[in-house]
């Protein structure tokens, strides 16, 4: 590839309708909005008909301080009273709906209906209607920038190129607004597989004495590292820096393209971020364009992502659930041809969580064949899962076992969480080899909640008491991965009385989970609503053995309801966002940065 004929034909110019795309998706969160632009003047407040006919004359003119306002999103002007002593305007809101301006000088008292709007409050436009957000003409004098790094995937003379492009609107202190897009960088995937970078450079224009260099638009870069995490300047950003980049959807015919065979628009498609180091790694290993293309393109963009938040090597990362040195599909991933044509036709995509599970099974001595054990996990989810491994690590039954006894009781298979936990309370509270009632008991609710209680009293003072000096060191530990969102929040329990007292009002068998939770191998918290943090809501269970997972999520009576909690019901959409959240936001991160600095400790 000739670099400096690639220099010439690179384009300058974003794909059509990009920008469109970003501002019409990014309008309002990345993007900035529409602004009600402000700034005080006096204007004159002319008499009414009352004072008219009390002067008999023309009373003296007077003026009065107002707002004079721009709307960014319909571009008129208006005027309206200005709040005295603060950086306020004044509406109205009109019986009909409509939000009205306040003529100066009048309705200067407070009465209903009218609205004080301060500087960083969202309001409707009383001339369009749209929702605008105040802010004073002073913050903008010389404009103000927001931007957004937006990624394409084009093709340019036959050369599948990565273009990084900087998605921009500036707003000036007149109200007058512009959006646009500058190109960034470029990352173009020569014949070989190998990759060309190149990074644009602002023309300095042809002055006087400007060399070619200078000159010049693209130029080639000798480092090829992906800059999607790299800050760029946002105004109004923490530190007015931010990173990250999200991907255009709209992809080139990648046939006759260098791009042809790298699967790069299925990677992308299965939310597959830093492409760059995906091609780096198919130009190593051409086999997995084989996977992302029947379907498993989320596993190798789990992968990938994995190996770059622990700065690991992806062909080692990889090696964890692939066979890297096979090209078929099924044999990479180690199954059966009819299993791997049973994933396909089911719609199973297989990630890293879901093959650490599934070695988990097998190395606890599973004899279930895949189609079977994926067939289980689909009703039992990851949680029920994990909790049929642990029974069979520990008394040997396995899933199809389970799967009956849960099906002659009529209870569902996400439930077999219950079954352990009733297991493991007997165990703790007779020390001995467990009756055949025990291990499956005719009543498993009643049962499980008997065994809970029998527990709960077999608890003395002092064994409380050492209780609570181990929560005290799993707040210290842990204290910092308490969260909200402003609407539920994540926190944990001060002492082994909280954990007995959700326990009892959820009931549920978190009050037995003293030893667990202070052990370190089972951390509990609480998910609370921020208003009512006093209040039990859900309990959630963490693994903190090796990479935190999740083991349960459970409210009252664990999703179980009536006299003989014969009713189940469902645990609410936003709880599970909420601790789904959690988890990728707070708990993984923090993971990933114990990680790291174990591996930089010395020896």
Known sequence: MDKERMCNLLPEEPPEKMVEWAVEKFGRSELGGEFCIYSSERVPVYPSIQEVLEYNTLPPRRTAWAANCTCTACGEDFITHKEPGENAIRTVNGE???????????LVEPYMGIEVQREGDRFNCPLCGKEVELIHKRKLIGGRKKQIMVLTVQNVDGYTTIFYWLVWRTINEFGISRCGASPEEAYVLTERGSIARFTHVKRMGAFYGANRAQLKKWQPMSCNADVIDKPYPDW?????????ADIWPIYPDMEGATGEKTALVEYLKSEGWWPVEYLKWWRRRRNIENLCRQGQAKLIAEIVREAWRYSADTDTEGRKYLDLDKCKPHEMLNVRKAEFRYMRQQGITWTPEAARTWNKYRAAGGQLPLIDYLEFAKLARSGGVNAAIDILRTYGHDLDKVTRYLNKKGQRLSEVGILLDTRNAARQIYDRELTEEELWPRDLH???????RMQRELKCQAAAAKLNEGFACVLE????????????????PKNNGELVYEGDVLRHCVGGYGAQHTGGSSVIFFVRRHRRPERPYYTLAIDMRGRPRECQLHGYGNERHGEHKQYTHSIPKKVRAFCDRWENEILLPWYAQQQKQNKEKPA
């Open 446 to 452: 009643e049962a499980h909640d008997r065994m809970t």
């Open 477 to 492: 530990n842990y204290g910092h991965l308490q969260w909200t969102d402003g609407d539920l929040e994540m926190i944990l």
């Open 236 to 244: 109004r950003s923490i530190n007015n820096k931010k990173a990250g």
């Open 96 to 106: 009909d709906g409509w939000i009205y301006t306040v003529t100066p000088g009048e």
